[in-house]
């Protein structure tokens, strides 16, 4: 079946490092975003992103729809980017939004 | 107007009986989706609608689960008969256009349904 898949599944990381996390997908895709759910459970959309690269501030993500893939760039890491980072994928043959199981970032002070 | 509301925040209820869970999205919003989240788990798809219409139901876990949608606003999803695996975080998300382009997807808080 389709896949969605992200890695690493975890990452813990000192205040102040650049990160970036990737997001597989196994079949040709709509669209494609990236979402950050916090200790708190709340999601934020951050990108909307089916091609190519977009930045909104320390944030950046760039997608290559003919390779599959999608990164998301976080640098000058802060506490507050701890949480889980979801992508998610409208499939093209499957009228569905699918989520990846998500990278746990944890930024330690 | 305001984000995506989803009531009750929380539900505790026993064993065998029926809840149900509440979605208003943001105005002027065609699309809207459920997603159930087990503890530390990803996203589940349970079922969108574009408008009143839900054009695939496949997502929804069991029989005992049942969505609807009117007025193109507001949505319900009720389970009957629960089960303790029912217990999750239920989440409501809408979106101008399901599929269509520049149309991410804003999420509600959820609501924290457990099974006892």
């Known amino acids: 079946g389709i896949q969605v898949e992200q890695s690493p599944p975890d990452l813990i990381l000192q205040e102040g490092a650049n990160s970036t996390l990737r997001c597989n997908f196994s079949?040709?895709?709509?669209?494609l975003q990236w979402f950050h759910q916090n200790p708190w459970g709340q999601l934020i959309n951050l990108f909307y992103?089916?091609?190519g690269t977009k930045q909104n501030g320390r944030l950046s993500a760039t997608t290559v729809a003919t390779e599959r893939y999608s990164l998301l760039y976080i640098s000058s890491s802060q506490t507050t980017d701890s949480g889980v980072y979801f992508c998610?994928?409208?499939?093209?043959?499957?009228?569905?939004?699918?989520f990846g199981k998500g990278t746990r970032l944890h930024i330690l002070p | 107007g305001a984000g995506v509301s989803q009531s009750p925040s929380n539900k505790v209820t026993e064993k065998g009986k029926d809840v149900e869970l509440r979605c208003d999205p943001i105005?002027?919003?065609?699309?809207l989706y459920w997603y159930r989240q087990s503890l530390g788990q990803g996203l589940e798809f349970l079922i969108y609608?574009?408008?009143?219409?839900?054009?695939?139901k496949s997502g929804l876990p069991s029989d005992r689960f049942s969505a609807e949608r009117t007025g193109g606003s507001v949505s319900t999803l009720t389970i009957q008969r629960t089960q303790q695996e029912d217990s999750a975080v239920y989440l409501c998300?809408?979106?101008?256009?399901?599929?269509?382009?520049?149309?991410?997807?804003?999420f509600g808080n959820g609501t924290r349904l457990t099974v006892t």
């Open positions: 079949d040709s895709v709509n669209n």
């Open positions: 998610a994928v409208d499939l093209l043959r499957d009228d569905k939004i699918i």
């Open positions: 609608f574009q408008g009143n219409s839900a054009p695939d």
């Open positions: 105005s002027g919003h065609t699309a």
């Open positions: 992103i089916p091609s």
């Open positions: 998300a809408s979106s101008l256009v399901h599929g269509s382009y520049n149309s991410p997807l804003h």
